[in-house]
């Protein structure tokens, strides 16, 4: 999510998405290091599709996620709304034995937010040989298993909601494919969906019970996993046959999809820089490459893509461009401190994706910083030879020019380097770390350390020192 408002004790799963030179996106939330800066969030565990998250104090949090040199981030804040409600949704409550269909929990929070509940629900069913509830894959999906009736049960937090469950004996008589667009492009999907007819006349939706299939894989496919059953992919122009069945009786459809080089089917964006200083003078560069359906082929010139600035949950701007030789730029600035939100969408399409930039009053909140201590701390004074270390992280993808570190006792300076070798050879970039470790050569009474470095933004020409204060207890065994 771009942003993010969650109940205290609640989880949800952030996904980061690459956006690709030639317009592509994909799914990179295995291959990413995912951090969190603030203390309202912990990362839990990674998921099939993503990284789970868990609301654990009041306040806000920056979730990361840094694949190679690029960064990606959004904020989360954590309240103390309290689960009021549980609500379910399914698409049908009567089912033939041998079938099953999705089944969601949500919950309502006293601030009125909802959130899709995942493997936090606990299901039941009252009659386990005639329904259950399975977690397939990441979709939870109710299963008629024999006729007869049940209540299936969804449980969080001490609340509850249930469904009526009717599993007949009709068998499936036939299948029908519906979904079909017309004349649909290469390079473009489309869902379908399969509707039976059973022997008592009335009629499911079994897209998620079907198989599916092509009589071409070089010109289309059609899923099977389970989050996306009947998703059909049209590949190159050509004619195919997609067939759905289940239980012995099948469907069949012929499909043809045409070459339209030039058509636009995705939109990628990039930002020259992704943390911006909220003064309504930095500014950061979105470049939005549209990408046409045959890989040698350009959108046309002037494909108009329209534009919406987010922040919070306000729009602050819309905007549009056009293209010149599949790119147009859009200049991105803010005077409020926070994620800022740029849809790109190409007009009269479905297309769209979406770029966050981070605005804030100086560039100290573009760097992670962690410390340590190892020394000897007696009656409050530290002792010779302490070692005190200060790692940064450049969690944005500009560069830094790096002037000093300083390491300060209250009011005294108690050393001072801007040796290139020490300071990541004068230059952090973006998605990259420096760090050093300083040996006191004398005893100092414990004014609080603190270190600091010193650094240039060379684009905008500001100097700022992020600083991390060593808060010591008055005595400190020695550490080896």
């Not at 309202?40 to 998921?47: G, H, I, N």
């Not at 804040?77 to 689960?83: D, F, G, K, Q, S």
């Not at 390079?187 to 509707?195: C, D, F, G, N, S």
């Amino acid at each position: 999510p771009r942003a993010l408002i969650l109940a205290k004790g609640t989880r949800a799963v952030a996904t980061a998405l690459g956006n690709f030179s030639d317009g592509s996106t994909l799914n990179v939330s295995n291959q990413a290091q995912w951090q969190i800066d603030g203390p309202a969030l912990v990362l839990a565990e990674r998921t099939y599709d993503g990284y789970r998250v868990v609301a654990q104090n009041l306040g806000t949090s920056i979730l990361l996620a840094r694949n190679c040199a690029l960064v990606g981030y959004t904020s989360v804040r954590v309240n103390n709304a309290v689960a009021t409600e549980i609500s379910l949704q399914l698409t049908a409550s009567t089912l033939a034995a041998g079938t099953s269909t999705p089944i969601q929990a949500s919950i309502k929070f006293s601030d009125g937010s909802t959130q899709i509940l995942g493997d936090d629900v606990s299901w039941t069913s009252s009659e386990p040989l005639v329904s259950s509830v399975k977690n397939v894959g990441g979709l939870f999906k109710v299963r008629a298993l024999a006729t007869g009736e049940s209540l299936v049960t969804a449980s969080y937090g001490g609340l509850r909601a249930s469904q009526h469950i009717t599993v007949t004996p009709a068998t499936l008589s036939a299948l029908t494919i519906s979904g079909v667009p017309t004349l649909p492009s290469t390079r473009t999907t489309a869902h379908l969906h399969v509707i039976g007819l059973f022997t008592d006349n009335s009629t499911q939706d079994l897209t998620a019970d079907a198989t599916w299939s092509s009589s071409n894989a070089l010109l289309t496919t059609v899923s099977n996993a389970s989050t996306s059953k009947g998703l059909l992919s049209f590949l190159a122009a050509g004619v195919s046959t997609i067939t759905a069945s289940l239980s012995g009786v099948a469907a069949h459809i012929d499909v043809t999809a045409v070459l339209d080089p030039i058509r636009p089917i995705s939109i990628a964006m990039a930002t020259n820089v992704n943390f911006i200083l909220s003064n309504d003078i930095d500014a950061s560069i979105i470049r939005v490459a549209v990408k046409a359906a045959d890989d040698v082929s350009i959108v046309a010139d002037g494909t108009i893509v329209n534009f919406s600035i987010e922040q919070g949950i306000g729009t602050l701007n819309k905007t549009s461009g056009t293209t010149v030789g599949g790119k147009v730029d859009v200049r991105l600035t803010s005077n409020t401190p926070g994620i800022v939100v740029i849809r790109a969408t190409i007009a009269d399409s479905t297309l769209s994706n979406t770029a966050s930039v981070y605005a804030a009053a100086d560039f100290s909140s573009a760097l992670l910083r962690l410390g340590f201590f190892t020394g000897e701390v007696i009656d409050n004074v530290v002792q010779v030879g302490s070692q005190f270390g200060y790692l940064v992280i450049n969690v944005t993808n500009r560069t830094f020019n790096t002037l000093s570190l300083q390491v300060f006792n209250g009011q005294t300076r108690v050393n001072e380097s801007s040796d290139p070798s020490l300071l990541s050879d004068g230059a952090l970039e973006g998605g990259t770390w420096m760090g050093v470790v300083v040996s006191i050569d004398k005893a100092y009474q414990n004014d609080t350390f603190v270190a600091l470095y010193v650094l240039n933004d060379p684009s905008s020409n500001k100097t700022f020192a992020p600083a991390l204060a060593f808060r010591l207890p008055a005595n400190v065994q020695k550490l080896n």
